[in-house]
């Protein structure tokens, strides 16, 4: 085993996997949204937000949002346990920040849409702002969608990619120590056969 790992082959895969793995990983953490995963919302009403929730205390409300892409997501709301239904809706997305549209329309429509806002910087920067009226918008990341409906603060979560950089970080770890192993197996390999050189030059 050791003779296999002393081998340069063998440390430059070691190398290559680890450079990939760790672009792959960091790439994984910084990209604005978690495409095609899904970010939920948990919540049991409590005593004092029967009104402002519209459920009895005790009931338990969920959210669910995958971000299909940057125009669609697909959204569904349970109350209680009882399954809710998904909607597929629109969204407008400006970096780590999107917006629901509350409307269905055909794609030429959503086109010209984004086209109207973007004309006017003033009122697309306003949107952005935080000052489009009855437009919340979404802060989103990797692992989490963060909104603020009046008196109800939504935080999501995504466990897809909690789990895959727990799981995905830990292997990038033993790709790391494989890949140590083999350098310094590598390098004393090539001591140990100068050394051995050396004697029999002298020997001779």
């Known amino acids: ?9 063998v440390m430059i895969v070691c190398l290559s996997l680890v450079v990939v ?12 949204v978690s495409y095609g995963m899904t970010y939920t919302y948990s919540h049991v009403v409590a005593e004092n937000e029967t009104e402002i929730y519209g459920e009895p205390a005790g009931t338990k409300l969920e959210m669910n949002i995958k971000v299909l892409s940057d125009e669609k997501l697909v959204t569904d709301v349970l109350s209680g346990g ?6 597929e809706a629109w969204i407008i997305r400006n970096k780590n920040k999107f917006i629901l549209i509350p409307v269905t329309m055909e794609q030429e429509e959503y086109d010209a849409l984004i086209t109207q806002l973007k004309e006017d910087p003033d009122e697309w920067n306003a949107i952005w702002n935080g000052e489009g009226e009855g437009m ?15 008196e109800v603060n939504m935080d999501m979560k ?3 990619a909690i789990i895959f950089a727990s799981v995905f970080g830990a292997f ?4 790391i120590a494989f890949a140590v192993v083999t350098i310094v197996f590598y390098v004393n390999s090539k001591k140990n056969n100068k050394s051995v050189e050396t004697v029999k030059t002298e020997n001779e």
């Open 82 to 87: 009882e399954d809710g239904e998904s909607v």
């Open 158 to 160: 995504c466990g897809g």
């Open 1 to 9: 085993m050791k003779k296999f790992l002393s081998k340069l082959p």
């Open 21 to 32: 793995g760790l672009a792959v990983y960091i790439y994984m953490l910084a990209r604005p």
């Open 136 to 150: 919340p918008l979404f802060d989103v990341n990797a692992f989490t969608i963060k909104a603020n409906f009046g």
């Open 172 to 175: 990038e770890l033993v790709l």
